[in-house]
């Protein structure tokens, strides 16, 4: 299942739109280190981009709100099991806010897309700085599919970031259109 985060951005009303914008949040991937130790692999620690990018402790600060740098849209960034914390808020409006806006993703269904398997030569490829991504559990029920497996091909990103000059997906359509 994938879901885009432009559209979730576009959902959200530009009066907080504009207070989420000037947000942080704490990002951790704890269950990397866990899975790894659990299925005798070693996480890569060397240098991955960015300096600050080194280690088996995955964790950092990033805004709310990114930039694509491709497009120069906005989406919302801090949605999923990553994102621990929206800084700047109370426990319980950090924890509202990211709750909220995976619910957002999981009740509008027109926002996602749904890769159904067909062939072993399928492939999806998506930016992991606009599109949200999961596996779903129904998989397993299907037929003769046996378990899940699959090759997995990333790139080095750069660090995450708002340009506040950057707009939103419908707002650089409207303007392309005039």
Same mark, same amino acid.
């Given at each position: 299942?994938?879901? %885009?985060?432009?559209?979730?951005? /576009? ?9 989420? $914008? ?39 600060? &990033? ?18 099991? &990553?994102?621990?914390?929206? &800084?700047?808020? %109370?426990?319980?409006? %950090? *924890? ?6 995976? *619910? ?13 398997? *067909? /062939?072993?030569? $399928? ?9 949200? &991504? ?20 990333? %790139? ?6 708002? $340009?506040? *000059? ?13």
């Amino acid at each position: 299942m994938k879901a %885009s985060g432009y559209e979730l951005y /576009d959902r959200i009303s530009p009066t907080l739109r504009a207070f989420l $914008d000037t947000l942080t949040a704490y990002y951790a991937q704890p269950g990397f280190e866990e899975s790894a130790a659990r299925n005798n692999y070693e996480l890569y620690a060397e240098p991955r981009g960015a300096p600050e990018n080194v280690g088996t402790v995955l964790e950092a600060i &990033h805004p709310v709100v990114r930039t694509n740098p491709v497009t120069g849209w906005k989406s919302v960034f801090a949605v999923g099991h &990553h994102a621990k914390r929206i &800084h700047g808020l %109370s426990d319980a409006e %950090s *924890q509202h806010f990211l709750e909220w806006f995976n *619910q957002l993703v999981v009740d509008n269904h027109d926002l996602q897309v749904r890769l159904r398997w *067909q /062939d072993v030569n $399928d492939l999806a490829i998506w930016d992991n700085r606009s599109v949200y &991504h999961a596996a779903t559990p129904d998989y397993i029920y299907e037929e003769g599919l046996g378990e899940r497996s699959g090759s997995r091909a990333v %790139s080095l990103g750069e660090k995450p970031y708002i $340009d506040p *000059q950057s707009t939103s997906r419908r707002e650089a359509q409207r303007a392309a259109r005039k």
